[in-house]
């Protein structure tokens, strides 16, 4: 059964950091592209960052120069460091694998 299991949310000051993790089971990791996506309250589900299994990434303009996704195949996991966290930022953030998995989704909110 493939898992897809996000960690890292919570709250954090305008300006903070966050690091999200996603650890998939169950899976071949190596060869798909994983991504993080996220939900603001009341808005469609968007993505945030992408990265392919050749590394090539892609960012949503919103996020670039604040957030970096990497990927470790060995440990099948993907990452999302989050700095200069911004209000704007508050959702949930979920985990996506190429053949159409998600994760459960984890709570980011950013509030003074």
């Known amino acids: 059964q493939v898992q897809l299991v996000e960690s890292g949310g919570g709250l954090v000051q305008p300006g903070g950091s966050l690091k999200l993790s996603c650890a998939v089971s169950?899976?071949?990791?190596?060869?798909?592209?994983v991504a993080w996506y996220r939900q603001p309250p009341g808005k469609e589900r968007e993505l945030v960052a992408r990265i392919t299994s050749g590394d090539i990434i892609t960012y949503a303009d919103s996020v670039k120069g604040r957030f970096t996704i990497s990927r470790d195949n060995a440990e099948k996991t993907v990452s999302l460091q989050m700095n200069a966290l911004k209000p704007e930022d508050t959702a949930v953030y979920y985990c996506w694998l190429q053949n159409n998995r998600w994760g459960q989704g984890t709570q980011v909110t950013v509030s003074s």
């Open positions: 169950g899976s071949i990791f190596s060869i798909y592209t």
